[in-house]
């Protein structure tokens, strides 16, 4: 089975913090993504890479940046962490344009 | 991509047979209708995928009509374990594409 791991499940930071969201999976996936979900807005796509050092903006990318130095690895960074990014963010993997397989989730507390 | 809607919640009595549609009607000649099951506190989870006509596996059945203008999840005697929110996504089967997931159908099974 696919397995994606989340570095934290919950994490709390103060505002203007530099935050860290780790994301391994252990499948030799070519895609990475990061989602956040928040309620009544459903998943919104942040960022995505199809290739080690490759990404993309999704539909918010502003507040975020990624970095995917390993093709097992894609971390999400909040260079100045806000309270409007309390959120619960996902990361997800998928061979070219298959399933995707997502993490449990890490649950971000900005105070 | 092709926008997908779903209605917003569907309540069902247990051992009933629900029938989640989904409209996409712009969907691409090679996008895949895809559906994700989400538990709280969870990453979606892959349920089903088609192109036309009927899939079936030990989850779910998956209806599209040949215009493939839209498509329904049929969930066969759920439980209350089947409460979650189910989403569907067009999934483009070539290509780099970043998955956009909408708001998802929030089903509640009662006892």
């Known amino acids: 089975d696919v397995k994606v791991t989340q570095s934290s499940r919950y994490l709390v930071k103060r505002t203007g913090e530099k935050v860290f969201l780790e994301c391994v999976q252990d499948?030799?996936?070519?895609?990475m993504f990061w989602y956040r979900q928040d309620p009544g807005l459903g998943l919104r796509l942040i960022y995505f890479s199809y290739d080690v050092k490759m990404k993309e903006k999704g539909d918010i990318p502003e507040g975020y940046s990624v970095s995917r130095e390993k093709k097992e690895r894609f971390s999400l960074i909040l260079e100045s962490a806000s309270t409007n990014q309390t959120s619960m963010y996902l990361c997800?993997?998928?061979?070219?344009?298959?399933?995707?397989?997502f993490g449990n989730g890490t649950r971000l507390t900005v105070t | 991509l092709a926008k997908t809607t779903q209605p917003i919640s569907m309540d069902s009595y247990e051992g009933q047979e629900v029938n989640i549609t989904c409209s996409h009607n712009n969907i691409a000649t090679n996008d895949y209708i895809t559906w994700y099951q989400q538990f709280p506190s969870q990453g979606p989870r892959f349920i089903i995928q088609?192109?036309?006509t009927k899939v079936t596996n030990e989850v779910a059945s998956l209806f599209i009509p040949a215009d493939r203008k839209s498509s329904t999840l049929s969930l066969p005697r759920v439980s209350l374990s089947d409460t979650a929110v189910y989403y569907c996504?067009?999934?483009?089967?070539?290509?780099?594409?970043?998955?956009?997931f909408g708001k998802g159908t929030r089903l509640s099974v009662i006892a």
């Open positions: 088609g192109y036309k």
């Open positions: 997800a993997s998928s061979l070219r344009d298959r399933a995707l397989h």
């Open positions: 499948m030799d996936h070519e895609n």
């Open positions: 996504l067009a999934l483009r089967n070539s290509g780099n594409t970043p998955l956009v």
